[in-house]
């Protein structure tokens, strides 16, 4: 009698038996994450796709609920993004601009943390210019808090939307091979991005001019490489990013001009990956210094625009999962 086929073993990824899928409270930051609290947020993001690209892309599961996006600092993507979420779940969303806040007036943060607190929000998604400014607003509020952003520190949901693509291109975040190339130094994305893909078992390698790499990177578990060329040798995702020429003061590059002919992504340089390797890259872009339009624009390979797209989902699914504790449902303190 034949031996009985082997259970399939479980997914490195899937929730223990026994273990909380999400048990916390705020989302600041990828960092101390476990690879099955990633994927069940990413798993979690698939059933919004679908309703996002229906007709009618509404669901009420929070209807009832006030999110408010308070951004201490301009991004108009990530805004529009969060309110796009909030919105298509039912929630009363508000913004608020630093700009145009009591902030200005020389209000502190943790007093500002008090009056949004007192008008009883049930989400706060706060972007700031400090790093740790959004953990200091968490720790003032009793609502959950939701990081969009804060200095060099992080952007979870920027990580968890390009693992989304990553996953749905490529077919699986474990064991591919990702190349980061840029202005890894002052990066948040980066930051979040590589915590994310070294946890779910993705070889992360960093590309960049010495100056714009931070000391002792290669603790974060990533290849470090100067040479671009290199870097790309057999990659299967080649993640650009910004320059950010409002903090280049201090002479970090010589010029955009020598910075496209050594890190800019052209098609030619990009030969050099898997034939089929992913570009992405967070935006805004510097077109002809990070990446040519050529690469930017090409369907096939590049998926710019649909790391837009998966970011919605990304943030309905945070707002769902981060809201289930005040809504009562059942298993969510």
């Known amino acids: 009698m034949p031996d009985p086929a082997p259970s399939p073993s479980p997914s490195p990824h899937a929730v223990p038996e026994g273990a909380h899928p999400f048990p916390y409270r705020h989302l600041l930051g990828i960092g101390g994450l476990r690879a099955y609290e990633i994927a069940y947020l990413l798993d979690e993001a698939e059933q919004w796709i679908a309703l996002n690209r229906a007709t009618a892309k509404h669901d009420d599961r929070l209807a009832g609920l006030t999110q408010i996006n308070a951004f201490f600092e301009n991004s108009t993507r990530t805004l529009l993004s969060f309110e796009i979420a909030g919105k298509r779940l039912g929630m009363d969303v508000v913004n608020m601009h630093a700009a145009q806040s009591s902030v200005k007036k020389g209000e502190t943060l943790i007093d500002t943390a008090v009056t949004l607190n007192a008008m009883r929000p049930d989400m706060l998604v706060i972007r700031h210019d400090a790093s740790g400014a959004v953990a200091l607003i968490?720790?003032?509020?009793?609502?959950?808090?939701?990081?969009?952003?804060?200095?060099?520190?992080?952007?979870?949901?920027?990580?968890?939307?390009?693992?989304?693509?990553?996953?749905r291109r490529v077919g699986r975040v474990e064991h591919s091979v990702v190349v980061i190339c840029g202005d890894v130094l002052h990066s948040r994305v980066a930051r979040s991005n590589i915590l994310l893909l070294t946890t779910l078992g993705a070889e992360v390698r960093v590309v960049a001019p010495p100056t714009l790499l931070p000391p002792a990177i290669e603790r974060m578990g990533v290849t470090v490489f100067t040479d671009f060329d290199a870097a790309l040798e057999g990659a299967e995702v080649v993640m650009m990013l910004r320059l950010q020429l409002e903090r280049m003061v201090g002479a970090f590059v010589p010029s955009p001009r020598e910075y496209?002919?050594?890190?800019?992504?052209?098609?030619?340089?990009l030969r050099r990956a898997e034939r089929n390797a992913l570009v992405m890259h967070p935006g805004p872009m510097n077109r002809g210094i990070e990446i040519t339009s050529d690469v930017a624009d090409d369907l096939d390979r590049s998926a710019i625009t649909e790391q837009v797209e998966m970011g919605v989902a990304v943030r309905m699914a945070c707002l769902d999962v981060l809201t289930r504790g005040r809504r009562g449902v059942e298993g969510w303190a």
């Open 260 to 269: 496209h002919a050594l890190y800019g992504l052209t098609r030619e340089r």
């Open 138 to 167: 968490a720790d003032k509020v009793d609502c959950p808090v939701l990081n969009a952003g804060d200095g060099r520190h992080e952007h979870p949901t920027q990580a968890l939307l390009d693992a989304l693509t990553i996953r």
